[in-house]
């Protein structure tokens, strides 16, 4: 990318002075000393001395450009990168960079000492560059133990602690089901909800999707979220905390249920059995749902609008009010339109029931 505004420009040329000053002083210095290394080889001392200063200046002036323009990219990509950046990590990236530069000091004092000035400095300057950098790399992809076995919890990218209360952190499935309002507002999840950044841009994506289902959906999911905040007794925060150990959402979300200690708030039937088997306590609004629904049995009567086509010849698919997937024989002839079908089976699976059905005459 070519950098044509005037500040870059600026912060080029001034990259590349500094560097062409340093690398004339150290060319000048290595041609002052070249007879003292060299002794066999006869050398006029002010020759060497120009033709160290010369180079130096002109590899200067090339890789001074280049470490200027590297840098100016780098300014001009600070301001996305904050916005992107959670607190935590910008907290953790910085102490561990003060921490790199003290260690790396500490190390360059002997080697500036011991070494000739002409090497010692550089290499001091290098190391000293090369740890806080390293610093600053590891704190902030591994801010979130380093600073919790410090004790600073509070610091984490974490809520407040609500008060001793219940925890409970929302998933995108749980958000646009719906159900976990209605358990809010009944009093079954209450104290502090909570709902990782993440998750709410995930539903962003769903709610900005070209698909009309999907972006209906996600819609849905942050109009509950809104809702959330209103409902009495609820404590309602946002987490920073992105888990950047983790690239899966689901991986995120088990590892912040975890370390708070919340209990996982999801539809999602495959996040349930994970956090489940890793000992997490969680609630499924929708299995929920199913043991409190009033039993349907072969024989009775629902209303349902017919979808789409099944996967089988003739079959309508439409779905009830709760969620229910409702498969009617005969429905492909009136996919569109709402209709009385007859039950004539159940079928109860790992994720919910269906029901078989055909249309009523």
């Not at 290394?37 to 006869?42: K, Y």
């Not at 090497?119 to 950098?133: F, Q």
């Amino acid at each position: 990318m070519c950098v044509t505004t005037k500040g870059s420009i600026v912060i080029v040329e001034a990259v590349r002075l500094l560097v062409t000053l340093s690398t004339t002083a150290i060319g000048f210095q290595v041609g002052r000393s070249w007879p003292d290394w060299f002794p066999s080889v006869a050398a006029d001392g002010d020759v060497t001395i120009v033709w160290g200063a010369v180079i130096g200046a002109g590899l200067g002036y090339v890789a001074g450009g280049t470490l200027g323009r590297g840098v100016a990219r780098s300014l001009d990509d600070i301001p996305s990168a904050l916005e992107r950046t959670p607190g935590i990590q910008l907290f953790a990236g910085g102490f561990g960079l003060v921490v790199g530069v003290l260690i790396g000091t500490i190390l360059a004092v002997p080697i500036v000492l011991l070494l000739p000035s002409v090497a010692g400095w550089p290499i001091g300057g290098l190391l000293v560059l090369v740890l806080g950098t390293f610093g600053a790399r590891v704190f902030s992809a591994r801010g979130q133990e380093l600073l919790a076995i410090g004790g600073a919890r509070r610091f984490i990218g974490e809520p407040a602690d609500a008060g001793g209360g219940e925890r409970y952190l929302i998933d995108s499935a749980a958000a646009i089901d719906g159900r976990v309002l209605e358990l809010a507002k009944a009093g079954v999840v209450r104290s502090a909800v909570w709902v990782p950044e993440f998750v709410i841009d995930e539903m962003q994506a769903i709610a900005d999707s070209a698909d009309r289902n999907r972006r209906r959906r996600g819609r849905r999911g942050l109009e509950v979220l809104d809702a959330l905040r209103e409902v009495p007794g609820i404590e309602f925060a946002i987490v920073e905390d992105t888990v950047p150990e983790h690239p899966e959402v689901d991986a995120k979300l088990v590892a912040l249920a975890s370390r708070a200690g919340a209990t996982l708030v999801t539809t999602d039937h495959n996040l349930a059995r994970a956090a489940s088997v890793r000992g997490l306590r969680t609630l499924n609004p929708h299995a929920l749902g199913e043991a409190l629904r009033p039993k349907l049995a072969a024989g009775d009567s629902v209303r349902v609008t017919i979808e789409k086509h099944g996967s089988e010849e003739g079959q309508g698919v439409g779905f009830l009010d709760d969620g229910t997937m409702v498969v009617v024989a005969g429905g492909a002839t009136v996919v569109g339109q709402t209709v009385d079908a007859e039950v004539s089976n159940l079928l109860r699976t790992a994720v919910g029931r269906m029901v078989f059905a055909r249309l009523a005459t």
